[in-house]
């Protein structure tokens, strides 16, 4: 096609490829989301079904770019890890999550009914995207520990918080004061000797995030045998320590 004298104007655009062999992550986080989750009546601490639309976005997400190899959710944000050779949107950072955070939030919205059947989003949900760049294999385990060490910390936080209000009768400020300084055992001993809750069987969905890897698994065919079908599964499991990644190491080599 032939192009206009304005064509110079493209010059302006800022080259943003993210450095070659390198572990790229997109992660999104909602926008405002403790107000959208009290606005869209979530239960506290935790609405399993809003975990599980994020889980179903994050699907999406995964199902589309197939040079995806893992992603971590926990509450309102998502991590996505790209291959490290990925040539997708020739390594654009900008491209990368923005085409990430808008099929996310889109897919969010698509599938919102399926999980919350009777009412509608009160207002369009916004989720912001950042592309981070990790060189080592070291550094993205720590980035994905970092995550749910996140996700520990505040889900322990908000279980002992929300106890104490729905169940011990304290206002919002007198569970805040009552928390203040304490450390993870404090907690955990308010939880058992308070309201009899024994931290280490709530949901591990809700302890440990979650992580979306492919898996092949058998289908059955319509001959009746069975075939291998790559397919993208949720699993709640440790991804700190060594033991998810000494049974995954196809994740981690090229
Ligand atoms: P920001 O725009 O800076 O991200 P935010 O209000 O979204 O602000 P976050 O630190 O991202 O703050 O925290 C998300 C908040 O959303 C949580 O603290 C919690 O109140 C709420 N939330 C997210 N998911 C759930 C859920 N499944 N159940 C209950 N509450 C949730
Ligand atoms: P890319 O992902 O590279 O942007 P694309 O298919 O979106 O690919 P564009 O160059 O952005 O390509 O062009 C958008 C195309 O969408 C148009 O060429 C046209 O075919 C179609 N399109 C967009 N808006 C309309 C519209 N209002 N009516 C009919 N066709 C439309
Ligand atoms: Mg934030
Ligand atoms: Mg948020
Ligand atoms: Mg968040
Ligand atoms: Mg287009």
Known sequence: MAKSKFE??????????????????????????HKFSTEHGYEKPNDIKALSLMNRA???????????????????????????ETQAYSRRSAKLSTNVCSLFTSAFVYYWNEYFPTSKPRYPPVFDGRTV?????????????????????NNLYNTTFWAL????GLTPT?????????????????????FAINYNTEPEMLRKGTVLVRRKVPVVLPN????????????????IGDEFWNTNTHLLTV
């Open 8 to 33: 110079y104007v493209r010059l302006f655009e800022a080259e943003d490829r993210c450095l070659p062999n390198t572990w790229i992550v997109v992660r999104v986080d909602g926008k405002g989301f």
């Open 58 to 84: 994050a699907t999406s997400v995964m199902e589309e770019f197939k040079d995806m190899c893992l992603a971590y959710g926990q509450s309102d944000e998502y991590s996505f890890v790209f291959r490290k």
């Open 133 to 153: 760049l990790y060189p080592s294999n070291q550094n993205i385990r720590d980035y994905l520990s970092w995550r749910q060490a996140d996700c520990h910390i």
């Open 165 to 168: 209000i729905l169940k011990g």
């Open 174 to 194: 007198e569970a805040e004061n009552k928390l203040k300084g304490t450390l993870s055992g404090d907690k955990n001993e308010i939880l058992f000797s308070q």
């Open 224 to 239: 009746g045998g069975t075939r291998e079908k790559s397919q993208i599964v949720q699993e709640h499991v440790d991804i």
